[in-house]
């Protein structure tokens, strides 16, 4: 990969881009040691369970196998009775003997079928008998009798005794959860303190700019987590310029904020040679298309310029949801400049400009804005947001937590990452403009927010 020529008070972002695109993600031959021992004892508390399970499973299918064989040796004897009774006794012809016929070869069936062995299976008997015949089936149906009061006595004994084993089993599973569950609650606790330190190290610091009121908004989708796959971010670069960044990387969760950290880094560092948002976003996505680890993943991000004398602003958006341009009373939506970064190689994105004058804003926002759903399964939609852009009144941060009032009203939860970035231009008292007074409303808490 070739790497930019970095001035000397840049390079910690490039550097810390860099190592946590390629050293950021543990390698899965490395697991930890507590993840290893938590897996062993989910293995063992599913292989206790399913020998339990099975011990009690096969222990009721035999016992119900031997009442099922007794049960077939008595009904044989009885239908082997009302055949010879009707063969001898009442001399009935063949086709009167055949109903009493089959039924005796269906008992006789299903002895085989249920017996254990081949002592158990059932007497050879062929039609037509004679007496001596049905006097032989008889015998040896009662030695069948014998056999199998034997075998369910047998399996009520083995069944005893499996019984303790399985609840023991059932015991020890039981204790293997509750270890288990108190690991999981352990890393759960520690992931969380791995989030807040990453949120920390992820999320930028909102610094005061002259000339400019920024309001923000971010939200993660991931339970327990405040960082995601969406992201923003202003930053000086000379004093004279403003940068602002609105990006959304593929994935949900602590991968997708890993990827933030490296799409902020480097486009910082990039800034720090070109201020030409669309120079920049070229530059990115080639640098992105070489260290990417996934093929599947994807940036779409927004770019802008500001100038803090001027308000000369310009921008350039790589696939990026519409942003919206607010000047005087009117909303227009500023559409995407090139496409997203990781679908083309060396995809090449145009820069557009615009003039801000005192009070206009900037309102940038990722897809989890337009695309929440309401009780209906409906998309919020980018006019909808232009509609409500043009109600909202009052401080770039006043502007941010009332669309986020609004979403929570319209939605019941919060499905998908979400970052909003309110840039309003307040430059400096002008021909007799007063401008209003600095809000002192806090940032919503990211937590509230979810509730």
Do not use: C
């Not at 009520?156 to 019984?163: E, L």
């Not at 970035?421 to 919503?444: C, F, K, M, N």
């Amino acid at each position: 990969m070739k790497i930019p020529q970095i001035n000397g008070g840049t390079w910690p972002y490039f550097s810390l881009a860099i190592r946590m695109r390629f050293l950021g993600r543990p390698r899965f031959g490395a697991l930890p040691r507590q993840t290893v021992i938590t897996l062993l004892l989910v293995v063992g508390l599913l292989a206790l369970f399913v020998l339990a399970a099975r011990l009690s499973y096969y222990g009721g299918i035999n016992i119900t196998n031997a009442f099922r064989y007794q049960t077939a040796i008595v009904a044989t004897q009885r239908d082997s009775e009302l055949l010879q009774v009707e063969q001898v006794e009442h001399r009935a012809g063949p086709d009167a003997l055949r109903p009493y016929q089959k039924l005796l070869a269906s008992d006789l069936a299903r002895i085989d079928s249920i017996a254990d062995d081949f002592e158990q299976r059932a007497p050879v008997f062929v039609f037509p008998a004679t007496n001596a015949d049905y006097d032989r089936l008889t015998r040896e149906l009662l030695s069948r009798e014998m056999l199998g009061q034997k075998r369910f006595d047998t399996i009520v004994a083995r069944n005893t005794q499996t019984r303790d084993f399985s609840n023991a089993m059932f015991a020890i599973v039981a204790l293997l959860f509750v270890v288990i569950v108190g690991r999981l609650r352990r890393a759960v606790e520690e992931g969380r303190s791995l989030v807040q330190r990453l949120q920390a190290a992820f999320l930028s610091r909102r610094r005061e700019m002259r000339n400019v009121e920024i309001g923000t908004v971010l939200l993660s989708a991931t339970l327990g987590s405040n960082v995601g796959g969406d992201t923003h971010d202003a930053f000086s670069l000379d004093g004279h310029h403003a940068m602002f960044l609105v990006a959304d990387a593929s994935g949900k969760g602590i991968d997708a904020a890993i990827d933030t950290a490296f799409v902020t880094y480097s486009i910082r560092t990039l800034f720090s040679e070109n201020h030409d948002p669309g120079v920049v976003l070229s530059k990115f996505a080639h640098l992105y298309a070489q260290s990417v680890d996934r093929p599947e993943s994807f940036v779409v991000m927004f770019l802008a310029v500001l100038d803090l004398e001027t308000g000369r602003l310009q921008y350039a958006s790589a696939g990026h949801e519409p942003a919206w341009a607010i000047i005087g009373q009117d909303v227009t939506s500023l559409p995407a400049t090139g496409p997203i970064v990781g679908i083309e190689t060396d995809p090449v994105y145009v820069t557009r400009e615009l003039h801000l004058r005192y009070g206009d804003a900037l309102a940038v926002s990722t897809d989890g804005l337009t695309e929440s759903r309401d009780a209906r399964g409906e998309f919020l939609g980018a006019d909808a947001v232009t509609v409500w852009l043009s109600e909202i009144s009052g401080s770039a941060q006043r502007m941010a937590d009332a669309i986020v009032t609004r979403l929570k009203r319209r939605s019941s939860r919060i499905t998908d990452d979400l970052a909003i970035l309110i840039v309003r231009y307040t430059p400096a008292v002008r021909a007799g403009l007063t401008p209003p007074a600095a809000s002192d409303e806090p940032q919503l808490a990211l937590n509230d927010l979810r509730s």
